[in-house]
């Protein structure tokens, strides 16, 4: 596509108008350059790299364990599973099976993330629309969790709760309480998340129909998770590619076929109910044991590929790791899955108002540090 | 001199008396404008900065939080702090804008809902001008806020600015038109467009009551039709912060923003006061039929406490919907508008005229 911002208007038909990287609805730094006819969108650009740290190439020149910490910045709303991938991946290296009882507990506080990161959409989602108080409910809501993460990792949100060969502390005593507690409180909650929201008129109207996206289309851009899922293409790494104690549950996937707003919204919402089945057939049965591998001080991989995906909240993310045989990688690649999610933009939401266009880039959940790295 | 609370007539005809008795009548009517617009001006002040209050507190209570709570009692200051702020606020040049039009926006806005307000009853002979026409009057004036806030898009040189006083232009004027009808169906009842009388002929039960299903299809109509033309949530698509930043006035600051800010707040209060005057009985107590104890217990709160109570509460519903609704498409709005508001209120109009003409009503 031509940039259009280097033609002068008198050149261009179009109205142009750059949103971002400083604007409410993008979510971070984000800047889509749309061109538009009145409020119709004919077009959408994404500019990406306004918050570009180059976690990849910094991950080059420190050890394994310590890339675990920056991979919490990367999406920082699924930074349990994000530590969870290069664990994974690091574990797979070199053949250590991790303890059941690792498995168990990175699976529930995978579940617990994902939860609190769709928590954290459904507040923005509705803001997005206009509907202020979701936000605040949303958050509210959210807190119970970060408290949980609080009191057994010692952080709220950026987590660093793996570590090759197991987790870095035991879990609080108070942890399986806590979290039944939650899902109790949780289950009662969230069908006030419908009636404040998924009910209204206005939200129906809103987003149904709107940025419909394709099972043809949804694999030919790459697009996974929730967003995927709702255009039917089953893509959920849990089910077709079972890690940690995944499976060991029974895991229902969440599919819908229409491939709109309104569905990937209904996802997400119905993908919440799920993760605290998963995590109501673990908490009870979590073994007894070390909650890690003793492993060598210093952490080498032989040298070769590895690849470990895993389903993040927003959908499916990669470690892919070249190692020399040296206690740093060669090098990381994670595909990370907003950067995929980020490019449909423009096919789905060409023709759409300016309002659905906020309505379906809030509905593909994007977190921008992890488009950027 | 004694006056008494349920009837201010004898108490501006005192002060009208004593003024004449001590100038020439020229003068006499200069000092009373004096009067009337100092005294509006506090009153516009007090409840711009209360309404603005209220809706924090009532947001707050809607989203689980507590509001402003720290300066003064219950925070009741804390507007009053933040007016001050806005005050010393750097105004903001804008390279490019046309300066005449983006510096005579918001006095446009405010003047036009300062206006609207004159002609409001507050309560028995406490009515700045009491036209023959109020109806058209409060109507004609209300809708020049408009006109300020397309000169605000337009003049301040932004993209989302312009987009925003589009879609503002575009919802005013459409919804002028619920707004007009859906108060010529009280007109068409009460048979008068004289704000008073209007008041007067609900002295035995309310519109809203005595004027069928008509009355009440045309009160919902007006609430939803006239929060739209106040540009308040779930119609603030002028603003709408998610896409247009703040609309058109993205790039006001300082003392010309805090002018937007509070007209809006007391253009809510007039679509409040005037839904309460033309369906609720204005500044009327609430009367049941042949109660008489109960009629005279209700009788016995001042006119005036009775017009704040309705408008409240009228403000109060605005205020719900506001923060608990999500936003209309622009597209939604008109359709809205267009297709179901309009020929809803055209036949609602003629049932009412059928109603008027066959004396159903009681």
New interface residues.
């Given amino acids: 596509m031509e940039n259009v911002l280097n033609s002068t208007v008198e050149e261009q038909q179009e109205?142009i108008?750059n949103m971002g990287p400083q604007?409410?609805?993008t979510h971070g730094v984000l800047r889509l350059v749309l061109s538009l006819k009145g409020?119709t969108v004919l077009s959408v650009e994404p500019h990406i790299g306004y918050i570009h740290r180059g976690i990849e190439k910094m991950c080059e020149s420190i050890t394994y364990p310590q890339i675990i910490h920056l991979t919490d910045r990367m999406d920082y709303l699924s930074a349990h599973i994000n530590n969870e991938a290069v664990c994974l991946a690091v574990e797979k290296a070199l053949d250590v099976e991790v303890p059941e009882r690792v498995k168990y507990i990175r699976t529930i506080m995978a579940e617990l993330t994902r939860i609190q990161s769709h928590q954290l959409w459904w507040a923005s989602f509705?803001?997005?629309?206009?509907?202020?108080?979701c936000?605040?409910?949303g958050l509210?809501d959210r807190e119970k969790i970060l408290d949980i993460f609080e009191e057994t990792t010692g952080g709220r949100m950026i987590v660093s709760y793996n570590c090759p060969g197991g987790l870095m502390y035991d879990i609080h005593p108070n942890f399986q309480t806590r979290v039944k507690e939650f899902i109790s409180y949780f289950r009662k909650i969230l069908p006030e998340y419908n009636q404040?929201?998924t009910d209204?008129v206005?939200?129906h109207?809103?987003s149904k129909g709107m940025g419909v996206l394709t099972r043809e289309d949804a694999i030919a851009f790459g697009i996974t998770g929730p967003s995927a899922r709702a255009s039917g293409f089953s893509c959920d790494v849990r089910k077709h590619e079972p890690y940690s104690a995944y499976d060991k549950v029974k895991i229902n996937e969440i599919m819908y076929s229409a491939g709109d707003t309104f569905h990937r919204y209904t996802a997400r919402i119905d993908e919440m109910w799920e993760s605290m089945n998963i995590i109501e057939q673990l908490i009870d049965n979590i073994p007894e044991g070390p909650f890690f591998v003793k492993m060598k001080p210093v952490v080498k991989l032989p040298e070769g590929e590895y690849y470990q995906r895993v389903e993040t909240a927003r959908g499916e993310l990669g470690v892919y790791i070249i190692s020399d045989g040296n206690k740093n990688p060669y090098r990381i690649k994670f595909r990370s899955p907003n950067f995929s999610n980020l490019w449909v933009m423009n096919h789905i939401s060409k023709g759409n108002?300016?309002?659905?266009l906020?309505a379906i880039s809030g509905s593909l959940d994007l977190v921008i540090p992890d488009i950027d790295r | 001199m004694s006056f008494n609370i349920y009837d201010l007539t004898s108490f501006t005809e005192w002060i009208h008396n004593s003024l004449s008795q001590a100038m020439s009548p020229g003068w006499v009517t200069v000092t009373e404008m004096v009067i009337v617009g100092v005294a509006f001006l506090t009153f516009y002040a007090i409840v711009g900065l209360f309404l603005v209050y209220a809706e924090r507190k009532v947001c707050a209570f809607m989203q689980n939080r507590l509001g402003p709570n720290r300066v003064g009692p219950f925070g009741l200051f804390q507007t009053i702090a933040d007016l001050t702020k806005l005050l010393f606020v750097e105004l903001v040049s804008i390279r490019k804008a046309d300066k005449v039009l983006f510096n005579l926006a918001p006095f446009i806005v405010i003047i036009a809902s300062f206006m609207a307000i004159a002609a409001i009853p507050f309560a028995k002979g406490l009515h700045a001008i009491d036209l023959n026409i109020g109806v058209l009057y409060v109507l004609a004036v209300s809708s020049l806020g408009v006109i300020g806030i397309l000169l605000a898009g337009w003049s301040s040189n932004n993209k989302y600015s312009l987009i925003g006083a589009m879609r503002s232009g575009a919802q005013v004027v459409s919804y002028e038109l619920s707004v007009g009808l859906s108060l010529l169906t009280i007109v068409v009842l009460a048979g008068t467009m004289q704000l008073s009388e209007i008041v007067e002929a609900q002295r035995h039960g309310w519109f809203i009551f005595t004027g069928h299903i008509p009355a009440f299809i045309a009160f919902v109509i007006f609430i939803i039709s006239s929060t739209a033309e106040t540009n308040r949530g779930p119609f603030d698509l002028a603003e709408a912060e998610s896409e247009l930043t703040a609309g058109f006035h993205t790039e006001y600051s300082g003392i010309k923003f805090a002018f937007f800010f509070l007209a809006e707040y007391i253009n809510m209060f007039i679509v409040a006061s005037i839904a309460s005057t033309l369906f609720l009985g204005g500044w009327m107590p609430l009367h049941i039929g042949s109660w008489e104890g109960f009629n005279n217990v209700m009788d016995f709160i001042p006119p005036f406490f009775w017009y704040l109570g309705k408008t409240g509460f009228i403000i109060f519903i605005m205020m719900w919907f506001k923060w608990t609704f999500p936003r209309l498409r622009i597209d939604q709005l008109l359709k809205l508008e267009w297709k179901y508001l309009l020929p809803i209120n055209l036949v609602n109009i003629l049932l009412m005229a059928l109603i008027v003409l066959l004396e159903w009503h009681f």
């Fill in positions: 109205y108008i604007h409410p609805s409020e509705g803001m997005d629309l206009g509907a202020l108080t936000f605040f409910y509210r404040l929201l209204n206005i939200f109207e809103r108002k300016i309002a659905d906020v």
